[in-house]
């Protein structure tokens, strides 16, 4: 009996010593038939690894611009979904438009390239049933999508949702999208995000004060293109491409410099629009406005500084949208025409009602002659045109809403030599560091009044947005004699 048993054991230890050479011989047979090509390594430093590390609820990795907070994001949840089969994320920006120039770049170069070009990683483009995704070999999915078009995103269940730029969403969209952290596939359910500091009033900011949400601040020197990393996990000095970096954020001044260069979140000192607040005023994707509303375009000249073309639409309330805009230096203004009618798009829109300029004769004769269209001078005083533009802001007291708004995705494409030089690319960039002239600092010391004009830099938006509310609420008012008997 015993050999019996004895007999029936090496049977089945042989069997299973069989199968356990077998599913070697078939993984070693995978790894030969598979593209000889460089692995990926990533190896994060200082705050990245405990932001790669943070399996909390919710994380935000915030800090200056330029120091990884992307691609530290973007590696963990490219790991999560290779290290978890069946895993959904989702990469997520307020608008689906802005996630190809961004994101999805640094996805695909930085992060996934290798098993892309292996066939680990394959992109979908979507259809009626399923959005747009990159499916994994072992069955993991990561969605793509904006807020913006938020159907398909929001009606599926995620283990981790990687925001970018998450200052541009709303609390509601947050809140939105941790419902969706159900999927359990992963240990944890966790939305992570990146941003430049805003305003210290701003809702993610208050949210991390609040302890709802984990703040974790990113620091230039975590980033190994632009700093050397020592082998015993010290900083050393900067790269090549690090010293011109940084000379690039150095030259920022006020409110940009302590926003991306140091990482502060702070708001300008003596805002000239201090009514403007984010949550009230930005108005979410709006696409093409309703053709009965009234259409205009305001213009301000440039050449080396930017040239603004700002498209607005007139509700049936008298409310001012800002819907399109292009926003670009280094193109004359013959060049900037056929743009200018493009982003028109009259065969679906109604012609504007006027064109409203900055007084540049030659500049409105080019424009009349490629355009077709007749310009009208602006009314360029400034004092009364700030009060203008101020009185719009205040929201009213019938309906709570403000009389203009200034919506997320009206900038067409942004000129890539002042996303370089970190200057504003729209009018939206302008408003929160439009500050008043408050003179020299001598003069200041000396106790001299600040002067009545707003500093004359990063306001080329600014006139064309006072161009606008001048033209509908300071044009034409009557003048009124007064008589002293």
Same mark, same amino acid.
């Given at each position: @009996?015993?050999? #019996?048993?004895?007999?029936?054991?090496?049977? $089945? %230890?042989?069997?299973?010593?069989?199968?356990?050479?077998?599913?070697?011989?078939?993984?070693?047979?995978?790894?030969?038939?598979?593209?000889?090509?460089?692995?990926?390594?990533?190896?994060?430093?200082?705050?990245?690894?405990? $932001?790669?590390?943070?399996?909390?609820?919710? =994380?935000?990795?915030?800090?200056?611009?330029?120091?990884?907070?992307?691609?530290?994001?973007? *590696?963990?949840?490219?790991?999560? /979904?290779?290290?978890?089969?069946?895993?959904?994320?989702?990469?997520?920006?307020?608008?689906?438009?802005?996630?190809?120039?961004?994101?999805?770049?640094?996805?695909?170069?930085?992060?996934?390239?290798?098993?892309?070009?292996?066939?680990?990683?394959?992109?979908?483009?979507?259809?009626?049933?399923? $959005?747009?995704?990159?499916?994994?070999? #072992?069955?993991?999915?990561? +969605?793509?999508?904006?807020?913006?078009?938020?159907?398909?995103?929001?009606?599926?269940?995620?283990?981790?949702?990687?925001?970018?730029?998450?200052?541009?969403?709303?609390? *509601?969209?947050? *809140?939105?999208?941790?419902?969706?952290?159900?999927?359990?596939?992963?240990?944890? &359910? &966790?939305?992570?995000?990146?941003?430049?500091?805003?305003?210290?009033?701003?809702?993610?900011?208050?949210?991390?004060? &609040?302890?709802?949400?984990?703040?974790?601040?990113?620091?230039?020197?975590?980033?190994?293109?632009?700093?050397?990393?020592?082998?015993?996990?010290?900083?050393?000095?900067?790269?090549?491409?690090?010293?011109?970096?940084? /000379?690039? =954020?150095?030259?920022?001044?006020?409110?940009?410099?302590?926003? =991306?260069?140091?990482?502060?979140?702070?708001?300008?000192?003596?805002?000239?629009?201090?009514?403007? #607040?984010?949550?009230?005023?930005?108005?979410?994707?709006?696409?093409?406005?309703?053709?009965?509303?009234?259409?205009?375009? %305001?213009?301000?000249?440039?050449?080396?500084?930017? @040239? +603004?073309? &700002?498209?607005?639409?007139?509700?049936?309330?008298?409310? =001012?949208?800002?819907?399109?805009?292009?926003?670009?230096?280094?193109?004359?203004?013959?060049?900037?025409?056929?743009?200018?009618?493009?982003?028109?798009?009259?065969?679906?829109?109604?012609?504007?009602?006027?064109?409203?300029?900055?007084?540049?004769?030659?500049?409105?004769?080019?424009?009349?002659?490629?355009?077709?269209?007749?310009?009208?001078?602006?009314?360029?005083?400034? *004092?009364?045109?700030?009060?203008?533009?101020?009185?719009?802001?205040?929201?009213?007291?019938?309906?709570?809403?403000?009389?203009?708004?200034?919506?997320?995705? /009206?900038?067409?494409?942004?000129?890539?030599?002042?996303?370089?030089?970190?200057?504003? %690319?729209?009018?939206?960039?302008?408003?929160?560091?439009?500050?008043?002239?408050?003179?020299?600092?001598?003069?200041?010391?000396?106790?001299? !009044?600040?002067?009545?004009?707003?500093?004359?830099?990063?306001?080329?938006?600014?006139?064309?947005?006072?161009?606008?509310?001048?033209?509908?609420?300071?044009?034409?008012? !009557?003048?009124?004699?007064?008589?002293?008997?």
């Amino acid at each position: @009996m015993s050999d #019996n048993v004895d007999e029936l054991i090496a049977l $089945a %230890t042989g069997r299973a010593d069989a199968e356990r050479a077998e599913r070697r011989r078939l993984a070693r047979l995978e790894r030969q038939q598979r593209p000889d090509g460089p692995r990926h390594r990533y190896q994060p430093y200082g705050t990245a690894i405990e $932001a790669f590390k943070y399996k909390g609820p919710e =994380l935000l990795y915030a800090g200056p611009a330029g120091t990884g907070k992307s691609k530290c994001l973007l *590696e963990k949840l490219h790991a999560v /979904a290779l290290k978890y089969p069946g895993m959904r994320g989702l990469i997520v920006r307020k608008t689906l438009a802005s996630l190809g120039s961004t994101a999805l770049v640094t996805y695909e170069e930085h992060v996934a390239k290798e098993h892309l070009a292996n066939g680990e990683v394959v992109w979908f483009g979507g259809s009626a049933k399923e $959005a747009a995704c990159y499916r994994y070999k #072992n069955g993991s999915r990561i +969605v793509v999508g904006g807020m913006d078009k938020s159907m398909k995103i929001m009606s599926s269940e995620y283990d981790i949702v990687y925001c970018q730029e998450a200052t541009e969403l709303t609390e *509601e969209d947050w *809140e939105a999208i941790t419902t969706r952290l159900r999927n359990g596939k992963v240990p944890y &359910q &966790q939305i992570i995000a990146d941003a430049n500091p805003d305003v210290p009033t701003h809702w993610l900011k208050v949210r991390c004060d &609040q302890k709802k949400t984990h703040h974790i601040r990113s620091r230039h020197e975590d980033n190994p293109i632009l700093f050397n990393q020592n082998p015993d996990g010290t900083t050393g000095g900067l790269t090549e491409v690090g010293k011109a970096y940084m /000379a690039k =954020l150095d030259a920022l001044s006020g409110v940009r410099f302590m926003r =991306l260069r140091k990482g502060i979140w702070c708001a300008a000192e003596g805002l000239v629009y201090e009514e403007f #607040n984010p949550d009230i005023h930005i108005h979410k994707h709006i696409g093409v406005p309703p053709v009965s509303w009234t259409r205009y375009i %305001t213009v301000d000249f440039g050449y080396t500084n930017p @040239m +603004v073309v &700002q498209f607005w639409a007139e509700d049936e309330d008298g409310r =001012l949208y800002l819907y399109r805009e292009l926003y670009h230096t280094k193109t004359t203004v013959e060049d900037m025409a056929p743009k200018i009618k493009a982003a028109m798009n009259l065969k679906r829109e109604p012609r504007p009602r006027m064109i409203i300029c900055d007084h540049d004769a030659e500049g409105r004769a080019v424009l009349e002659k490629h355009l077709g269209m007749s310009t009208k001078n602006a009314k360029k005083t400034v *004092e009364d045109g700030i009060q203008a533009v101020k009185s719009r802001l205040v929201p009213s007291e019938v309906d709570g809403k403000p009389r203009v708004f200034l919506c997320l995705d /009206a900038v067409v494409e942004k000129d890539p030599e002042l996303v370089d030089k970190k200057k504003p %690319t729209c009018t939206l960039d302008e408003i929160v560091g439009y500050v008043w002239d408050r003179g020299t600092v001598k003069a200041q010391t000396d106790g001299k !009044p600040p002067k009545e004009q707003p500093v004359k830099e990063n306001d080329h938006g600014m006139d064309a947005l006072r161009y606008m509310i001048a033209e509908r609420d300071l044009r034409n008012r !009557p003048r009124i004699r007064t008589i002293t008997y």
